[in-house]
C-alpha cells in the first residue's frame, strides 16, 4: 500500500465539517447559520433552466456571501465546518467543488460529512489530489524535500485507487459527481510532449475503477490533440472545459475533444483573462459582487451548456475569480441559459 502524503497539506484550504453535523468547536450561543432569504425571481429562474444544469461555486466558506447565500456575517472557518447545508438550500447551488482535496486527500469520513449535510438530489465536483496530475514538483518551499523532483506517483492509478477514488466513492456515494484530475501548467514538452501524456494518460484512466465519472482538466492549450480525445473516449471520461487565460474558449475546446462522445459536461469558469490568481484575489475579495465582468466567456459558457444532449449532466463550477463573486456569477449566467434556452423553444 503507498503511504499516504501529508506534507503538501494546505492549512489555508477549508477544513472538513465536523462528523457530528458541524458543532464542533463553534460556541453555544452562536446563532445556527441559515441560507439568505432568496428573491422569488431567483427562485422562479431556478425553475427555467434545462433539469440536467447542476451549477456550483468552489467551495462555499466565504464570509462576504453574506445576504447572497448566507443570512448573516459568519468567519471563513465556521462556514467551511458549518455553512455546506445552508449552501445547498440556495436555489441555483445543486453542485459545489470541493478544492481543499487538491493538496491532500480527505478521508472517507470527512467525505461523509459533505454527504450527509446535503439533499440526496446535490452533487459534489471532487478535485483529486495533485500528487496525481503533477509531474515533477514545483520548486515552492512548501513541497520541502521533494520541490523540483520527479513525482513517483505521477498518474500511478494504484495512488489514485486507493487514496482518491475509493475515499469519495465510499464517502459521498450517490452524491459524488466528477472526479477532476487538474493539470496544473507544467513543462510537458521536456518530458516528452503531448503524445508522451497521452500514453501515460491511456494507462492511468486503464487502471482506474470503472464507475465514477472522471474528467480531465488541461492548463497547457497544446495539450489537446486528437489523440487526448480520443484517449479520453476510450475509457469513457471527458475533458472539462475550463475558462482560463491559457486556454481556448470554451466552444473552441468543445468541439476539439470530442464532447459528442462525453458521458457529461463538465465546465469549471476559473479566472478573468486579464488576470492571475494573486490579482483577482486581491481585487475581489471579499467577493460579494461582480467586480470585472466578463460577457463574452458567460456566452461562451452558455452556449455549451445548451449544445449538450438533455440526457446528460451538466456541472458548471464557477470560481469568485472569474468576475468578482461566483453566486451573481452564477445568477447572470443562469438567466443567459434560461433566454437562450428559451429562444430556441419558441423558435
Known sequence: MAPQLDLFADPSQDPAPAADGGARGAKKTAPPISPATAPAELAALAERLPKNLRFGTSSWAYPGWSGIVYDLPHSQQRLAREGLAAYARHPLMRAVGIDRSYYAPPRTDEFAAYAAAVPADFRFLVKAHEACTTAVWPKHQRYGKVRGQPNERFLDPVYASEFVVAPAVEGLGETLGPLLFQFAPQDFGALGGARWLVDRLRRFLD??????????????????????????????????????????????????????????????????????????????????HLVDEDPGNREEVARVCLETDVDLPVYVIVNNKAEGSSPRTIARLALRIAELDASRAAG
Open 207 to 288: 487502471g482506474l475503477p470503472r464507475g465514477p465519472l472522471y474528467a480531465v482538466e488541461l492548463r497547457n492549450r497544446e495539450l489537446m490533440t486528437g489523440a487526448y480525445a480520443a484517449a479520453l473516449a476510450e475509457f469513457g471520461a471527458c475533458h472539462c472545459i475550463n475558462v482560463y487565460p491559457s486556454m481556448p474558449p470554451a466552444r473552441a475546446q468543445r468541439s476539439r475533444v470530442r464532447q459528442d462522445q462525453a458521458p457529461a459536461l463538465v465546465c469549471r469558469w476559473m479566472l478573468h483573462p486579464s488576470m492571475n490568481y494573486e490579482r483577482a484575489e486581491a481585487r475581489y475579495d471579499p467577493f460579494d
